[in-house]
């Protein structure tokens, strides 16, 4: 069956409602919370965050959870981009949110929680509490020991964070323990060591969390939705808990009767490893955690949400029927296409655009930047949500068909512009076409093929084989002419990682190589998988930074650093690469001055070499003087 001849009555469960506590979701798919750091680490909700969740609630989803690991507790510290729901200043503008996403008709519900161990004391200045010394293996800080007495405060204080939401309007609130945060902690027999009520046996790790849910469920009425959200894998023995432990403490929370549903996902931020399955990326499975939601699901009561990988709504609809789950989180589908459930609802699956588990969206959060996506530009800013037709249709002549080329004739068309893209070759994509080739991305190339199938559909003059020669674009009398004409690379005696991965340079069993690498972002590890992949008998990767991907964020590191070792890869950080007066290449740590020269039978792939390809500005601009030239994308300044 075509994608577009899949009709509603296939996703009949995706779309039909369900009864959580008194309330209702119109339809089953959640975006679940997600800080997003647009607050400048001040806690405040602002008009972003508003426009940012009524967006979504447009877009048709049925749940629509805000913020991510809101705070509950101001003495405590909180993390990068976490909303203060302490603070009485949000109540104005979490009124004005429950009011204007309900007025597209679906629920609101805030996550809330104490980090615990987990947070970070360099933005708030308060010190991190957790209930042992025992500081987390990613943050590494050194947490003060909550006194018995200081633990009561913080069982009300989420409490309080409940009462308040539900006097805004609010539909429920998610306690969350998920990621490893304070209620974890307290479970955990390797992090909690404490000798007093909430701590030793399984009773007392556990007293913190059911006082947490009970205080709250005091504290609002019966209408209110209390979810919980929980690791059911943690994906590393560092808590002590395995999955059934985690499906034994499930079920006690179930059985006090107090919660509405149970919000289900894995990984925890123990370790590196198991941290970046918490936003799992495309190394992991699809619908990775649905087995463990669907074992839950067996035992449990409340209705249970599944989240992670699962990436579009034919998925969905087959993880509801499987029984795997009542309810799907598909935030990152949302994030990057918040219409995708009512075009899914009409049928329009082509026009999704999908999510390709590039990582960037949480890599940038973990990197202390403002989230944005890489397929949807109005995370970035929101004016670009709202392509206004224009009065005077322009004929647009783009060159170069990479993405940056592609989302130009894509937006121009939209608008009502003549557009004409030249794209040199037989393909459109640019890079990205060949970086998508590499095994651990097998979804990155979607957001290429999405964009040609846009173009088809908005009626785009593409001309491939078409090289953007100065004739070639005056011959189709522009008004204005937009280069996207992508980088080089500055030397042509090393191969480049397109190259190999085009398959022009070719690797087998004999082959050495050696990836000199001074971006230290993905391109670099990517490339050396690749050959290992590929059988090449000797992978290095050097770099001049201080570590392999240095500025890559730990969500993404950690996967391609398992990769990297499962093969073998020798990774050398701290190596200068040149070439004696000889012309012999030479690998040189930084430190020592100790010298490697690299054989005649090996290859290097420079990664970071390029300069943007701007030759044709210069020479439009001779030729036709006013004429309206831009230049966009890496022709400007190469990105990874
Ligand atoms: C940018 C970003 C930030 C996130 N922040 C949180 C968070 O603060 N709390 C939380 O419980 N989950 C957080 N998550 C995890 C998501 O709620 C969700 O579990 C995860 O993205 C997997 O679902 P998906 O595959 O549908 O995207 C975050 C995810 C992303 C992409
Ligand atoms: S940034 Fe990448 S992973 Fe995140 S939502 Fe966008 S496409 Fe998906």
Redesign the pocket.
Known sequence: MGNNQMVQTDLKTLFSPLKIGAKEAKNRIVS?????GWDNGTGIINERHVKYHERKAAGGAGIIMT???ASVYEKSAASYG?VSLWNEENEPLLKELADRVHAHGALIMS?ATHMGRRADSSISGRPIQAPSAIPEGVHREIPHVLRTEEIPPIVESFAEAAARLERCGWDGIEI?S??GHLIEQFWSPALNDRTDRYGGDFAGRMRFSIEVIQAVREAVSSDFIIAF?MTADPKTDALGLDQEDMLEIARILDGLGSIDMLSI?GGTGATYRAQAA???GDTFARGTYNHVAKKMKEQLSVPVLV?????DPAQAENALTNGDCDLV?????I?ADPDMPQLAQKGEFSQIRP?IACGE??GR?YSGMP?ICTVNPAMADDSLDNLIPVQHQRKVVIVGGGPAGMEVARVSAIRGHEVHLLECTDKLGGKVYFAAMASERPHYGKHIKWLEQELDRLGANVHLHKKGTVSNVLDVNPDVVVLATGANPRSDHYITDVELLDGKVSINNKSKLLVYDREGKFRGPSIANFAAEAGASQVEIATPLWSISEDLDEMQKPELYRLLSEKNVTMSPNKNLFKTKEGTPVLEDKWTGTKRRIEKDEMIVLIGYEEGDNRLFDQLKSAAPDLEVELIGDAVSPAD
Do not use: D
């Open positions: 679940t919370s997600h800080a997003v913020f991510g690991s976490s996550q969350t998920f990621s959200r996902s918490v936003v799992p989240a992670g990988r699962n990436l989180g598909m935030t990152r589908a994030i999510c969206c949480i959060l989230v």
